[in-house]
């Protein structure tokens, strides 16, 4: 850490007799993690952090392997308690979007020892981008937070329904969703977040294949959460 010497204090001027000195060292505003006292090596003004296969969740909120778009993702998140880590320092599990390298640096909040905190944020309209993993070996499915929380706390989606920005985040979990069940009768193209007529026909089937259960075709209440989570969510493991 550098220094500045500020001028001597005399003890003269004190009144005390002879030319006693002294000097106060003062740290320079250098920018460097080490003023501040964290790890900080790529100079983001947050902790580098690895984590270990502790079996806690993540909200990773920006990812790259430059500064660029870490940096953008630690001003998006100020004040949230965001850190940084090594993807290869740290657990082996899914970093980054599904089926593609880990990147080199991951920002995130966290870790959580529950999923159903990091999923409540990410299925806000601020966390849209974001999304949840788990710090476990091997790992290489995201957390679908729809099957982390009750379905109590799911909206209702209507077929045309006028959807604000907290729907279009559940619209288009549920999408991606069917589209992880079976992406021939649901292709990733129709990941849209507008619950449209092929989301509510799709939806419909799912509906008609669960007899016995009172719903409204194509309109996705609590029991129809209930019956997609419960058939779609066993395909994952996260």
Aim: net charge negative; charged share 20%.
């Amino acid at each position: 850490m550098r220094a500045r010497v500020l001028a001597p204090l005399v003890a003269a001027v004190l009144g005390l007799a002879g030319g006693v000195a002294a000097a106060l060292a003062v740290p320079a505003d250098d920018g460097d993690g080490a003023a501040s006292g964290i790890d900080d090596p790529l100079h983001l003004g947050v902790p580098l952090v690895n984590q270990d296969c502790t079996g806690d969740a993540l909200l990773v909120v920006g990812y790259g392997d430059s500064v660029a778009p870490l940096g953008t993702a630690v001003a998006d998140n100020a004040g949230e308690g965001a850190r940084y880590l090594r993807s290869d320092q740290s657990c082996p599990t899914a970093l980054g979007p599904e089926s593609k390298p880990a990147p080199t640096y991951v920002v995130y909040l966290g870790p959580f020892d529950t999923l159903q905190e990091p999923c409540r944020a990410a299925l806000t309209p601020q966390h849209r981008a974001d999304f949840v993993t788990v710090l476990r070996s091997g790992n290489q499915t995201l957390v679908k937070c729809p099957c982390a929380l009750p379905t109590s706390e799911a909206p209702e989606l209507r077929p045309d329904m006028d959807a604000d920005a907290h729907d279009v985040v559940w619209i288009r979990s549920l999408q991606s969703m069917l589209n992880d069940y079976d992406p021939k009768r649901f292709p990733k193209a129709r990941i849209t977040g507008v619950y449209d007529g092929p989301t509510a026909a799709r939806v419909t089937e799912i509906q008609a294949e669960a007899p016995g259960r009172l719903t409204t075709p194509g309109v996705v209440d609590d029991t129809t959460w209930q019956i997609i989570t419960d058939r779609i969510c066993r395909i994952y493991d996260f």
